[in-house]
């Protein structure tokens, strides 16, 4: 038979107990520990276990076993003194592309040297050739007495100096063996007493700075009779 009696007294005992509050406990960092709370929503996966230490010794020995093992299959190619040779080789090719690459250097600052002091020297030349016109009329002012003494003398005097300083030399001698390569025949008459070409006479006067000979001296040559 039901018991209503017992049933009716349990639900009054239960109606009648009090019910005990529910807290939750929303904040995101643990108190106790300060590690950053995920929302009770997410599920967190659980990070796995760590192998036993048998098991880890075990792993690594296996590991270095098949290390050894592979290793061991490892030959060393024939071809290695062969690759060693070549880059002996490709150094040996360097060294000689730098050591041409020097000498085509200093082939060049020689070559650019040469052709600077050349220019200088043109310049010069153009210089003193520009000059000639004036060293003749100095001449002819002297030859007439012009020149003996006054300011004008002393002038002229400087100017000849000055331009001895850049090597211009005069070829006006007398008495010397005739050379095509500094004097210049208008004249030619018998001499007495020579044996070779003489300059007799100067007309007019020639130039030549160092071996480089700017104008040659106009003369009259004595032949031998």
Wanted: glycine share 6%; aromatic share 2%.
């Amino acid at each position: 038979m039901p018991h209503h009696g017992n049933d009716s007294e349990h639900s009054r005992s239960e109606g009648n107990e009090p019910q005990k509050p529910v807290i939750r406990d929303n904040r995101k960092v643990d108190p106790n520990t300060g590690a950053a709370r995920h929302p009770d929503n997410e599920r967190v996966a659980e990070p796995a276990e760590a192998p036993a230490a048998g098991n880890e010794a075990s792993a690594q020995g296996d590991a270095l076993s098949q290390a050894e093992e592979i290793l061991n299959r490892i030959e060393v190619p024939a071809e290695e003194s062969v690759a060693r040779g070549a880059d002996t080789a490709e150094v040996a090719e360097l060294r000689n592309d730098l050591l041409r690459l020097q000498a085509e250097y200093v082939n060049y600052r020689k070559r650019v040297e040469r052709d600077r002091a050349v220019a200088g020297e043109m310049a010069v030349i153009g210089v003193l050739n520009s000059l000639l016109p004036v060293l003749d009329d100095i001449d002819a002012a002297r030859q007439h007495g012009d020149l003996e003494d006054g300011p004008f003398a002393s002038i002229a005097a400087k100017l000849e100096n000055s331009l001895k300083t850049y090597g211009l030399e005069r070829i006006a001698d007398t008495g010397v063996e005739f050379d095509p390569n500094i004097h210049e025949a208008l004249i030619q008459q018998p001499g007495e007493d020579i044996e070779v070409d003489t300059v007799s006479q100067v007309l007019r006067s020639g130039y030549r700075s160092k071996e480089r000979v700017l104008r040659a001296a106009q003369v009259i040559v004595a032949v031998p009779a």
